[in-house]
């Protein structure tokens, strides 16, 4: 039986296609292989998510892009600063009107949209693993359709890299332990 197959195009940030470069070629595949199995992986993985009823817990793993304010700030050894951190960044945080970029306003919706399910998230946790990456980990207790809701809204920002949701039935965790 002769599957049809269909062609489409995708844009990636240059860095994004290097590392995916290295990665297929490490694995000696071609492009369409490692994109399909990619694709395969996320649906399943969505697939078994989807059939988690009732209450679980978890947590929701964000790899976020940042970009910083352009207005210039020499950082200094002497001032704390390491010679490997960016010579451009703002120090002046009094509150004014400023423009924000993509990754900047996305930090913004990321905490309201977090503030608007404060009943299933049960603590956060933010943390610069580069200066222009972070980690945001989200704990998560309560109905399964509220945090899949969340993990939806969240991964419709545009500086999400990758976004993870890990839970177990509620239901199990207690009679394991009982």
Request: net charge neutral; glycine share 4%; with cysteine.
């Given at each position: 039986m002769n599957e049809e197959y269909k062609r489409f195009t995708i844009s990636l940030p240059k860095s994004l296609y290097?590392?995916?470069?290295?990665?297929?070629?490490?694995?000696?595949?071609?492009?369409?292989?490692?994109?399909?199995?990619?694709?395969?992986?996320?649906?399943?993985?969505?697939?078994?998510?989807?059939?988690?009823?009732?209450?679980?817990?978890?947590?929701?793993?964000?790899?976020?892009?940042?970009?910083?304010?352009?207005e210039t700030h020499e950082h200094t050894p002497e001032k704390g600063h390491d010679s490997k951190t960016p010579k451009k960044h703002n120090h002046d945080f009094s509150s004014r009107a400023i423009y924000a970029n993509v990754h900047q306003t996305d930090l913004i919706l990321s905490n309201d949209i977090q503030h608007h399910f404060n009943d299933v998230i049960i603590s956060t946790m933010h943390v610069h693993i580069k200066f222009e990456k972070c980690i945001e980990i989200i704990a998560v207790s309560g109905s399964y359709d509220r945090i899949k809701q969340l993990k939806e809204d969240l991964e419709r920002l545009k500086s999400v890299l990758s976004i993870g949701l890990f839970i177990i039935d509620k239901e199990i965790d207690s009679e394991e332990n009982s």
């Open positions: 290097n590392e995916f470069e290295k990665f297929r070629k490490r694995l000696d595949i071609s492009r369409s292989d490692a994109v399909r199995k990619a694709m395969y992986k996320y649906l399943s993985i969505e697939e078994n998510i989807n059939k988690t009823p009732g209450d679980v817990v978890g947590c929701i793993t964000m790899i976020m892009s940042h970009e910083h304010f352009e």
